[in-house]
């Protein structure tokens, strides 16, 4: 009886989010499923069918943009423990762990506090490596996951010529994505603390 009930889930997800990919769709149903000890070597997941928490893991998931290896869509303050989930949901691959180090590809491993711009996110599929990853934030050019005072100060200073920013850094701190660092983006970065904006993280 499993068949068809995973059938009306994939129904259900792809009705609602058409844009995802198969292999999404896949990930946020086998990673939805309520894990119970009983069902280890049975299944895949180990897990029962959960169509409310896959369809909340479907339309939650991030975008990678694939030239860049960057992750979008994540919202500001995020968790590492919440984005976890919502990364192997997110992977074309079902996977078995998402490992973030803070900084970069050297960093320390991360397993607390929020996930910020500059992170490394490796999707490991067993032993193989499913993809590596670098988060982008927009508006947090000070790479502590978080908009805030201290990300209009990083702007003034890369205005100032005082700091430089390269790659994903320098995207993240270009909050308004104009192409262009300055005083635009402390106003929006100021406005998204207020509550009268929210940057878009798409
Ligand atoms: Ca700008």
Redesign the pocket.
């Known amino acids: 009886m499993v068949a068809p009930m995973v059938t009306g889930v994939v129904a259900l997800i792809s009705g609602k989010y058409p844009t995802l990919l198969p292999a999404q769709i896949k990930s946020a149903i086998l990673c939805g499923v309520d894990t119970y000890a009983a069902f280890n070597g049975y299944c895949v997941t180990g897990g029962r069918l959960n169509a409310y928490k896959s369809l909340q893991l479907a339309g939650n998931c991030y975008t990678i943009d694939t030239s860049k290896n960057w992750i979008k869509k994540i919202e500001p303050g995020t968790a590492v423990v919440d984005f976890k989930p919502q990364m192997r949901a997110t992977s074309t691959a079902y996977n078995t762990e998402v490992v973030v180090r803070k900084g970069g590809s050297s960093g320390a491993i991360k397993t607390s506090g929020a996930i910020a711009t500059g992170d490394d996110v490796q999707v490991k599929n067993g032993a193989a490596n499913a993809g590596t990853y670098t988060v982008r934030i927009r508006g947090d050019a000070s790479a502590d996951g978080y908009i805030d005072i201290d990300d209009t100060l990083v702007v003034r200073e890369v205005m100032f010529g005082t700091t430089t920013l390269t790659g994903v850094r320098k995207e993240a701190a270009?909050?308004?994505?104009?192409?262009?660092?300055?005083i635009?983006?402390t106003l929006i970065i100021r406005d998204h603390m207020f509550g009268y904006v929210l940057i878009n993280q798409n």
Do not use: L, P, T
Not at 176 to 181: H, K, L, P
């Open positions: 270009d909050a308004n994505r104009d192409g262009r660092i300055d635009d983006d």
